[in-house]
Antibody
Framework: EVRLVESGGGLIQPGGSLRLSCAAS????????MSWVRQAPGKGLEWVSV???????YSADSVKGRFTMSRDNSKNTLYLQMNSLRAEDTAVYYC???????????WGQGTMVTVSS | QSALTQPASVSGSPGQSITIPCTGT?????????VSWFQQHPGKAPKLMIF???DRPSGVSNRFSGSKSGNTASLTISGLQAEDEADYYC???????????FGGGTKLTVL
């Protein structure tokens, strides 16, 4: 079964750091483009970061310089390192597999990140 | 990159058809045939319903169809069913560096 399972979310104080993980099964993350997409409570979807099969990664302007996406091919797992967290980073974070350009066909169940003092 | 524009809500009765527009610019919707639509039920992850403007993934009902004209894409749902009540998001490819921009979402209510 093709599946993505996120973990690592929780309550964190402003300015803190958190690392999210996304374990894949049924396919190989290193041969696909993979993204993190977030959704603030009651709000819409926002793309966060992408890593392509070649290994290059990019992030949205709202998180650039603070968030870094990476992968461990041996564990078939993605990561999102989040530093200098702000209240506006509070959201459910989903990892998703790129299908065609702009489309994601496999999504995880999401992990909630709450930034609050 | 600004979000794509969708109406906040639409509604229809069972059996009817509805259309949700998604307006962008020549840098996204109008510039590429890479528009997608996602369905999201409360508390669930989004589900891909349409990709590449009008293609359906395996398993998605043919009651869902997509189209595009200029900078505006549209999702049409025919023969509305109660289970179609959900939030719908459009997306478009924009560039390698910023691969996707989403619409603000449309809440579909089946009356």
């Amino acid at each position: 079964e093709v599946r993505l399972v996120e973990s690592g979310g929780g309550l964190i104080q402003p300015g803190g750091s958190l690392r999210l993980s996304c374990a894949a099964s049924g396919f190989t993350v290193s041969t696909n483009s993979m993204s993190w997409v977030r959704q603030a409570p009651g709000k819409g979807l926002e793309w966060v970061s992408v890593i392509y099969s070649a290994g290059n990664s990019y992030s949205a302007d709202s998180v650039k310089g603070r968030f870094t996406m990476s992968r461990d091919n041996s564990k078939n797992t993605l990561y999102l390192q989040m530093n200098s967290l702000r209240a506006e980073d509070t959201a459910v974070y989903y990892c998703a597999r790129g299908y065609t350009r702009g489309a994601f066909d496999i999504w995880g169940q999401g992990t909630m990140v709450t930034v609050s003092s | 990159q600004s979000a794509l524009t969708q109406p906040a809500s639409v509604s229809g009765s069972p059996g009817q058809s509805i259309t949700i527009p998604c307006t962008g610019t020549s840098s996204d919707v109008g510039g590429y045939n890479y528009v997608s639509w996602f369905q999201q039920h409360p508390g669930k992850a989004p589900k891909l319903m349409i990709f590449d403007v009008s293609d359906r993934p395996s398993g998605v009902s043919n009651r869902f169809s997509g189209s595009k004209s200029g900078n505006t894409a549209s999702l049409t749902i025919s023969g509305l069913q109660a289970e179609d009540e959900a939030d719908y998001y459009c997306s478009s490819y924009t560039s390698i560096i910023t691969p996707v921009v989403f619409g603000g979402g449309t809440k579909l209510t089946v009356l």
